[in-house]
């Protein structure tokens, strides 16, 4: 079963919006963040998360791989 996330206008979400679109908590997405597990973008001061490569690194997981 292949693992989509919600369909948004953004190409950026925000931590907050990320966490909650994949089901974790937002200090689980800062530790993922922190260890360059998770695809994120620095824009000034912001961590943003791309919608797009979410979607591909949950696929990636759901193969096995990480």
């Keep these: 079963m292949a693992t ?28 993922l963040t922190q260890a ?5 973008v620095r ?3 912001r961590v943003l998360y791309p919608h797009e490569s979410l979607a591909t690194w949950i696929a990636r997981r759901e193969q096995g791989g990480q």
Excluded: M, N, V, Y
Excluded at 20 to 26: F, K, N, P, R
Excluded at 36 to 40: D, L, N, Q, V, Y
């Design 43 to 45: 824009i000034g001061r």
């Design 36 to 40: 360059g597990e998770i695809p994120h």
């Design 4 to 31: 989509t996330l919600p369909k948004t206008s953004s190409l950026l979400l925000s931590a907050r919006d990320a966490a909650s679109a994949l089901g974790i908590s937002a200090r689980t997405l800062w530790s």
